[in-house]
């Protein structure tokens, strides 16, 4: 039986992709616009009462919608994390921002409400305190949501920007030391003499590479690259990424060359 149209554009994992694409960097967008944008305008009605009719509920319909993304975006960035690594920073302020949005939904919803139908001048005190609460909440998602696409663009840009160098650095690497057909290879022993953040190679799947420029742009934190610092890091690159693609083809620009058996 052939899939439906529906089903052929998610696929298995129904957060990982959509229409062939991967879904997060499809989400994100969405959220990183309408949210910080909602967000601004709930300030706006709060503070400028004569605005407050007009646009209270759109306000609060564009909160609604970014609450729901920063979930999709969360679950489609985790799926997305499974075939390519997870910037640790960008996954923790996601998982925040998920849980500020929904706050800021409430508390939102709660003023609108009060506004409307219990209090239309806005002068009680819950009115007031879920105002104040309100407008915090709003600064802090707008910040956050900043902070969130900041991590995540730097995760993206920043790997693809460093290629060009990585590429450069490891060439020289590998002209100047032992190259698979000119020599017997390299040996653990000197892979094991490599074993600082500053001198960093590791020994993957039979092949030493020249880690020390990838540290810092490793989206999963530096310690993750520095523990394999002059070891055989086959095992744990296995257990985190193997099988993924785009982590094996950012090793291949780190080849120093084969390990001598």
């Known amino acids: ?58 306000a609060l319909a564009g909160l609604a919608i970014g609450a729901i993304g920063s979930v999709l975006a969360k679950e489609s960035g985790e799926a997305l994390a499974g075939l390519v690594g997870q910037p640790q920073q960008h996954a923790d302020w996601g998982s925040i921002l998920v849980y500020l949005s929904a706050l800021l939904l409430v508390v939102a919803a709660i003023w609108v ?31 956050m949501t900043v902070l969130v696409g900041h991590t995540g663009a730097e995760a993206v840009w920043g790997r693809t920007l460093a290629t060009g160098v990585v590429a450069t650095t490891s060439a020289s690497s590998a002209s100047a030391g ?54 055989d890091g086959t095992s744990a690159f296995a257990a985190q990424h193997g099988g993924q693609g785009e982590p094996e083809r950012e090793l291949e620009n780190l080849l120093v060359g084969p390990v001598a058996g």
């Not at 057909?181 to 993957?204: I, K, R």
Request: hydrophobic share 50%.
């Open 1 to 58: 039986m052939s899939p439906s149209p529906a089903t052929s554009l998610l696929s298995e994992g129904a957060f990982e992709s959509f229409a062939g694409l991967p879904l997060h960097p499809l989400v994100v967008h969405l959220v990183v616009v309408v949210l910080p944008l909602a967000a601004l305008l709930f300030i706006v009605v709060v503070v400028v009462r004569k605005w407050r009719r007009p646009f209270d509920l759109i």
């Open 113 to 143: 409400f009060l506004t409307r139908f219990r209090n239309p001048e806005g002068r009680s005190l819950l009115t007031t305190l879920a105002a104040v609460v309100g407008v915090l909440l709003a600064i802090s998602a707008i910040v």
């Open 178 to 231: 032992p190259s698979p057909s000119s020599g017997p290879g390299v040996t653990m022993a000197e892979v094991a003499q490599h074993n600082s953040a500053a001198d960093c190679w590791s020994a993957v799947n039979g092949n030493a590479y020249d880690l020390t420029s990838w540290i810092a742009e490793h989206p999963g934190g530096e310690e993750v690259i520095i523990e394999l610092c002059g070891t």
